[in-house]
């Protein structure tokens, strides 16, 4: 009787941890991704997160499909070309941005449209030449001040593969491309398929320009990047693509070295001829050598004003100055004819572009 007992306490004994395990299996099924609604239907159910860590919020830009469906956009995006693109953003009030030559040449096929919700932008039978960065944000005001969101803001680089333009058409087939000691130069040509691939070429002396990650790299959204402009690198440039075999060359690109920095303008002024009196013609001329690609605008203000007429012409050209330096000398010639005691005084010119302005002044005697 005794040897009963004790057998039956080492039976449950032996037991009683497989009852608890079989609990805990119970416990991680019943805590599962799915569970059962009144009902009879299935939902998911998503687990906190248990290491600390911030999730990454969803982008706002999303693709409308048919069917009232939407797909959330990544940071690139392959499309069909020729289906019409409608792209939408959340928010009241939306700023966007997309490719340049869409605004450049006013292009219809481009339309948005802000509703209470959302902002809408629909692009129809989009080609290979849209191919290019879309993006969106939220615009912030306090009172009239109004800026864009940058926590708010998300961007995607749309792609309109063609194979019969594995480049990005432009309207230039032959393109100026300046290179600069202080910052990278971009020769831009871009491919519509990211898959293809694309080799720097120099035209004369014939060679291939070797991508790595120090002096040349590549990007499919940018073209390719060198990163330390030398006049070494001056010449006629052009691109190859090779997609399934077939290859395909880019437009032409001329590459200068510039010789002037970025800055202010840099001024000169200067008479002609240098003395004058009652009666003669001069000519006020007023130069600046500047970056090849920056507009440059003068302001004149100079004696009897308003009260004698002159003549202003302003140009600009660019010229090699050096071993294969490229400057742009801009230039406004203020004219004075018959001159009058009215006449004499202090010629101020003002040059201004897009870094800065400068204002020399010249004083006109009469001999």
Known sequence: ??????????????????NGAGQLLKRKKDVGETQTRPGGKRVRIRLPNLNGKK??????????????????????????PGRNLELRCKGSHIGWSYPTYLDTF???????????????????????????PYSCWVIVC??????????????????FPDKEHLFVPSAIHFEIVYLRPDMPTVVPCRVTEPQAKTSLHREVPAEEITANTTRVTYDPTRGFVLQHSTPENQGVFYCKAVFRETPQV???????????????PFVSLGASPETVRGGDNVNITCTVLGEPEVDMSFTWSYPGQDQRPVHILSSWRLVNRGMGYTTRV???????????????????CKAKNQHGETVVTLKLNST
Not at 1 to 18: A, D, R, Y
Not at 106 to 132: C, E, F, H, M, W
Not at 330 to 348: A, K, P, R
């Open 55 to 80: 999730v990454k919020s969803h982008s706002l830009l999303t693709q409308v499909l048919d069917k009232g469906r939407f797909l959330r956009l990544g940071e690139s995006t392959i499309l069909t």
């Open 142 to 159: 306090d009172g009239a001040e109004c800026h864009r969101d940058q926590d708010r803001t998300y961007a995607s680089y749309i792609y």
């Open 250 to 264: 880019s437009n032409k690109y001329q590459l200068l070295y510039v010789e002037v920095p970025s800055g202010p």
């Open 1 to 18: 009787m005794k040897l009963w007992i004790v057998g039956l306490f080492l039976v449950l004994l032996c037991m009683e941890p497989q």
């Open 106 to 132: 006013n292009d219809s096929r481009l339309s948005i449209k802000q509703s209470d919700k959302y902002s809408q932008l629909v692009l129809t039978s989009p080609s290979a030449a849209d191919t290019g």
């Open 330 to 348: 801009s230039q406004s010639v203020l004219t004075v004819e018959d001159i009058e005691t009215i006449d004499f005084g202090n010629y101020v």
